[in-house]
T-cell receptor, first 112, second 112 residues
Framework: DQQVKQNSPSLSVQEGRISILNCDYTNSMFDYFLWYKKYPAEGPTFLISISSIKDKNEDGRFTVFLNKSAKHLSLHIVPSQPGDSAVYFCAATSGSNYQLIWGAGTKLIIKP | DGGITQSPKYLFRKEGQNVTLSCEQNLNHDAMYWYRQDPGQGLRLIYYSHIVNDFQKGDIAEGYSVSREKKESFPLTVTSAQKNPTAFYLC???????????FGPGTRLLVL
C-alpha cells in the first residue's frame, strides 16, 4: 500500500518556464512533508519542507503548496534551470515519528 | 566540513558472504538511518537508530544487521540471508524525529 504517490515518473519542461511536481498521500496522520532532489549515484539533498499547519512555504525559486483536504502537495520551481534536472522525491511523516515515507520519485528534465 | 561519509562507493559481494557498509557523521546528530534504493523506486527504510546503543527495524530489515556503538557511526551489515542485495544503499542522519534527514553519497552493492 503506497502511502505517498508520485504519479508522474518523468516531466519535461522548457528552461525558464515553471516546473510543477505533484505528490499525493493517503495517510491523514501525516503532518510534515519534505521534498528532496537527487542526482544519479548521489544521496538525496533536502530542498524544502512544509508543516500541515501551513498551506505554502517558499524558498527562493522553490515553493511547496499543501492541500490537506485533497491530500495533495506540489513543488513549483520558477524559473526552471538546467541544473534542476534531477529526480525529485516527496516524503512524509507523522507525529513523533522517525520514519519518512517516500514517493517513487519524478524525473525532471529541463530542456534548453 | 560537517557531513556524512559512506564507504566504499562500490562494493562487491560473493554468494554466501557478509559485507559491511560504513557510515560516519560529524554533524552531532542523534538519529541515523539506512535506506535501500532500487531502480524506479523510492527509498525504503532498513534500520534506524535514534540514540546510541538502540536501533529499530524499518520496513525491510530482513537479511540486514546494524550496530550503534558510537554516536557518529552506524555500520550496516548485509548478511548472506539477504537474497537480493544488489542495490544503492544510503545512510542519513537527523537531529531528531520529524527533522530533516541529511544523506551521505551512497554505496552501490553488486553481487558477483
Amino acid at each position: 500500500d503506497q502511502q505517498v504517490k508520485q504519479n508522474s515518473p518523468s516531466l519535461s519542461v522548457q528552461e525558464g518556464r515553471i516546473s510543477i511536481l505533484n505528490c499525493d498521500y493517503t495517510n491523514s496522520m501525516f503532518d510534515y512533508f519534505l521534498w528532496y532532489k537527487k542526482y544519479p549515484a548521489e544521496g538525496p539533498t533536502f530542498l524544502i519542507s512544509i508543516s500541515s499547519i501551513k498551506d505554502k512555504n517558499e524558498d527562493g525559486r522553490f515553493t511547496v503548496f499543501l492541500n490537506k483536504s485533497a491530500k495533495h502537495l506540489s513543488l513549483h520551481i520558477v524559473p526552471s534551470q538546467p541544473g534542476d534536472s534531477a529526480v525529485y522525491f516527496c516524503a512524509a511523516t507523522s507525529g513523533s515519528n522517525y520514519q519518512l515515507i517516500w514517493g517513487a520519485g519524478t524525473k525532471l528534465i529541463i530542456k534548453p | 566540513d560537517g557531513g556524512i561519509t559512506q564507504s566504499p562507493k562500490y562494493l562487491f559481494r560473493k554468494e554466501g558472504q557478509n559485507v559491511t557498509l560504513s557510515c560516519e557523521q560529524n554533524l552531532n546528530h542523534d538519529a541515523m538511518y539506512w535506506y535501500r534504493q532500487d531502480p524506479g523506486q523510492g527509498l525504503r527504510l532498513i534500520y534506524y537508530s535514534h540514540i546510541v546503543n538502540d536501533f529499530q527495524k524499518g520496513d525491510i530489515a530482513e537479511g540486514y544487521s546494524v550496530s550503534r556503538e558510537k554516536k557518529e557511526s552506524f555500520p550496516l551489515t548485509v548478511t548472506s540471508a539477504q537474497k537480493n542485495p544488489t542495490a544503492f544503499y544510503l545512510c542519513a542522519s537527523s537531529t531528531g524525529q520529524q527533522e530533516t534527514q541529511y544523506f551521505g553519497p551512497g554505496t552501490r552493492l553488486l553481487v558477483l
